[in-house]
């Protein structure tokens, strides 16, 4: 009976040497760089990358906040998204440099990616309204990826066979609606359609 007292233990001390366990493993991810701290993620560790959030989350939410004029709707959601990256790229992380260059890189890639989405609708949606392309809301790190992307617009514009951008030319610049442009060049409206519907789509692959 008197070595069984001795062996057991009280729920309270028990508790005790969980919270003291728990304490120190929290200490240690403390005191942990970022890489390890990543390279403990990659093999499912999710105090580590508790703790490499915690660290992270302000600052980039600052950084991007600062670097886009976005609603704060799209902002969380570009936010999010550089996080999601983060997590279902985890398997491939090497340490090839700070994890923090690695963080903020896959956050400007989010941000590239975003604006050239946009450029790209707002492009197809002027296309199709016959509006400007260039807008100039757009905050300086949109104008430079609206920029490029009007630049590879262009490039592949050039390289159209010459009956698509002709088509292309004479609905967007010209002006002329299918039947027009069918007299004009002797051929079908469905021919027309066919060839502006080819344009398009073509562009849109060159841009996105």
Not at 8 to 29: C, G, M, P, W
Not at 74 to 85: A, C, H, M, S
């Amino acid at each position: 009976m008197i070595l069984k007292l001795k062996k057991a233990r009280s729920v309270s001390e028990l508790d005790v040497d969980i919270n003291l366990q728990t304490s120190a493993q929290q200490l240690s991810l403390d005191e942990s760089s970022d890489e390890s701290l990543m390279l403990a993620y990659t093999k499912n560790d999710q105090l580590a990358f508790n703790s490499l959030y915690e660290r992270y989350r302000t600052s980039l939410y600052r950084y991007m906040y600062r670097k886009i004029s976005v609603s704060e709707e799209i902002l969380n959601e570009l936010f999010q998204d550089v996080w999601l990256k983060l997590i279902n790229s985890r398997k491939q992380y090497v340490v090839k440099a700070s994890f923090k260059t690695y963080l903020y890189q896959i956050a400007n890639n989010t941000i590239k990616d975003y604006f050239r989405r946009e450029s790209v609708r707002k492009i197809m949606s002027n296309i199709e309204n016959d509006s400007e392309v260039i807008d100039s809301a757009l905050s300086p790190e949109g104008m430079v990826v609206q920029s490029e992307v009007m630049k590879s617009f262009r490039l592949a514009l050039e390289e159209l066979p010459q009956q698509q951008r002709d088509v292309f030319l004479l609905r967007e610049e010209a002006g002329l609606t299918s039947v027009q442009i069918a007299e004009l060049m002797q051929v079908s409206v469905d021919t027309v359609k066919s060839r502006m519907r080819y344009a398009v789509s073509r562009l849109k692959e060159a841009i996105e």
